[in-house]
């Protein structure tokens, strides 16, 4: 910082104007550029998240209000300690030169930081201002389509796996421990799924690694169409999966663990040359319990009726 520039005084609002998107001259950039790609060159307001459990997530800001918060019913909701139910509220509004955004306060514990300093009040962002809340750290933005897929590229890099598409392990886990909180804190129905592929070994050693990687994709497929929106399926190991059932309860999850393993064993998988295999699974499923500490009692209730699945003699679901 140079030191003869003031230091910005968050008791006292902001007087300047927030600068319209079709006035800021990095944004007269963006439109005057066309996409090879033919994506809308159209920039719009985001939060990014730099820091935190929702590291490379892109939240698009549009008129309207977003409380950021510890609560699943807030619009930006962050599992994390050290933030409050309700935190902090952005208020997207337009005005005379274009959008602006305000950040306040809502009377949290520990308070919300605006690029390191305590925000007192109201305040007016600008693009590349800072917010900070507990472990989270977002940057107000000003993106065009190209910049859109470029985070959303970083994302899925960081949390997909890439072979199968699906979330990778510690993508799964850190989603697992958010929603175990959610659940444990509202007294909701959380429930998991634990998959193993039976004897994939053996198709590696049969038929190559680019069998197994086939069997894997396929995998990936049947779980697309097995299960709703709101679950998550991830690919904890070489061939092992754990799957996120919100708002179920056990019943729920076997069913569910069933219509997967009858669909995987219906689904023929072709390796090449003319070669089909049949491919069948092992499940363990459970449900979080009141008495649950932490998200690795109901993890290990899963992992231990998965045990019981492959002794019994594999292709079979045990709660």
Do not use: W
């Amino acid at each position: 910082m140079n030191p003869e520039e003031p230091t910005r005084n968050l008791d006292e609002p902001r007087t300047e104007p927030f600068k319209p998107l079709k006035t800021d001259e990095h944004t007269l950039l963006r439109e005057r550029r066309t996409s090879d790609q033919g994506l809308p060159e159209e920039p719009e307001l985001a939060l990014v998240a730099y820091a935190g459990e929702a590291l490379g997530r892109v939240f698009p800001l549009r008129e309207g209000r977003y409380i950021l918060g510890r609560s699943a019913h807030c619009e930006i909701p962050l599992m994390d300690g050290e933030v409050s139910r309700q935190h902090a509220v952005l208020t997207v509004s337009p005005g005379p030169e274009g959008l602006g955004v305000q950040v306040e306060d809502l009377k949290s514990t520990n308070g919300t930081r605006v690029n390191e300093l305590e925000l007192q009040g109201t305040m007016v962002l600008r693009p590349e201002d800072r917010i900070h809340l507990g472990g989270h750290v977002f940057k107000l933005v000003v993106l065009d389509a190209l910049e859109k897929a470029f985070h959303q590229t970083l994302l899925e890099q960081g949390s997909k796996d890439g072979l199968t598409g699906l979330s990778n392990r510690r993508a799964i886990m850190s989603e697992l421990g958010s929603r175990f909180q959610v659940a444990n804190r509202y007294g909701r129905p959380l429930a998991v799924i634990l998959c193993d592929l039976d004897f994939f070994k053996k198709v590696n050693d049969t038929h190559g690694h680019p069998a197994g990687d086939a069997v894997l994709r396929i995998f990936a497929e049947v779980t697309a169409q097995t299960f709703r929106e709101p679950d998550l399926v991830g690919r904890i190991g070489g061939e092992e999966f754990l799957v996120l059932l919100p708002e179920t309860e056990i019943e729920g999850a076997l069913v569910g663990a069933e219509r997967l393993r009858r669909a995987l064993e219906a689904t023929p998988v072709d390796i090449g040359g003319g070669t089909l295999l049949r491919v069948t699974c092992s499940l363990g499923v459970a449900a979080r319990r009141d008495e649950d500490p932490e998200p690795g009692a109901l993890v290990g209730r899963a992992d231990a009726a998965l045990y019981k699945a492959k002794a019994a003699g594999r292709n079979r679901s045990e709660a």
